[in-house]
């Protein structure tokens, strides 16, 4: 092929290629309005969360249909101390963005500081602005990939009972606000932790899911828990009712043959980069 028609060739594939990272970013980013489904996977607990008791704290996942997507699916809420008011209106962005924290190319959070981030907003307004042990946490990059981490190994289990879900609900709140999420038994103290044994069950898993997270070795969510690890595209869902409903994030699980934004633009890089190669060898 000659050079002329080669660097065509490649013009063709990269304007296909920067259109669809257009399109896959846009698709991330629209507005909506949220409804219940009617179906969840609720469990119990007594919390303290910051200065609010929370007695009998119904907590998990709940099944829920976006109209603007067409689609229904489960998500988790990011915000325990606001009411969820379904049907309410909604803005998206994935999470990377609500958490305001850059990603290689592997997905992992490398830098940022999420001091310009919709999670900073959220979790310095009220009422999180005047609760001092539960509020925003300004190492996002590490709280990223930790969520990453939690949804990758645990979500899947999360969703085989109420008891794992609401333990699953519980710790994406432990890791969200509580700066003390890293140390022993942190469900029995800290910003957020269960007051009392009533509902023994769920924190004992909820335990399970933190050692993991808090072990320095990964596989240990494999050796001692016996779960495999998933990829997941992340999709955070803010309110812009008024009065404000709870923030929520939905996954969908990501598979070989759908590329992430990302790995599309490195492959169109390695492309320019065979492209200009031959240009000069001719």
Do not use: H
Not at 114 to 139: C, F, N
Not at 212 to 220: C, I, M, P, W
């Amino acid at each position: 092929m000659s050079t002329a028609a080669l660097t065509k060739t490649f013009a063709t594939l990269g304007a296909s290629l920067g259109i669809a990272v257009l399109s896959m970013g846009s698709a991330l980013a629209y507005n909506t309005s949220l409804s219940s489904a009617g179906t969840n996977r609720y469990g119990q607990a007594d919390l303290q969360i910051g200065a609010y008791t929370k007695t009998g704290q119904t907590m998990g996942a709940s099944l829920v249909n976006d109209s603007t997507a067409g689609q229904q699916f489960w998500v988790y809420c990011v915000d325990p101390l606001t009411t969820s008011k379904l049907t309410s209106t909604y803005s998206t962005a994935s999470l990377d963005s609500f958490m305001g924290v850059t990603l290689d190319s592997g997905g992992t959070a490398t830098s940022g500081n999420g001091a310009a981030s919709a999670y900073k907003t959220l979790y310095t307004s009220s009422p999180y602005s005047t609760v001092d042990s539960y509020e925003y946490k300004s190492g996002t990059v590490s709280l990223y990939n930790n969520l990453v981490e939690l949804y990758g190994y645990a979500y899947k289990d999360s969703m085989t009972s109420n008891t794992k879900s609401a333990a699953f609900q519980y710790v994406l709140w432990e890791l969200l606000g509580d700066a003390n999420s890293g140390v022993a038994d942190p469900t029995k103290s800290g910003g957020a932790y269960f007051s009392n044994t009533n509902y023994e069950s769920v924190r004992t898993q909820a335990e399970k899911y933190l050692d993991a997270l808090n072990n320095a070795n990964e596989s240990f969510w494999t050796s001692s828990l016996g779960l495999t690890k998933s990829a997941y595209n992340y999709k955070v869902y803010k309110s812009t009712a008024s009065p404000s409903s709870q923030a929520f994030v939905a996954v969908t699980e990501r598979t070989s043959s759908v590329p992430e934004p990302g790995s599309i633009a490195l492959a169109f890089a390695a492309f320019g980069a065979v492209a200009y190669t031959r240009r000069r060898k001719q």
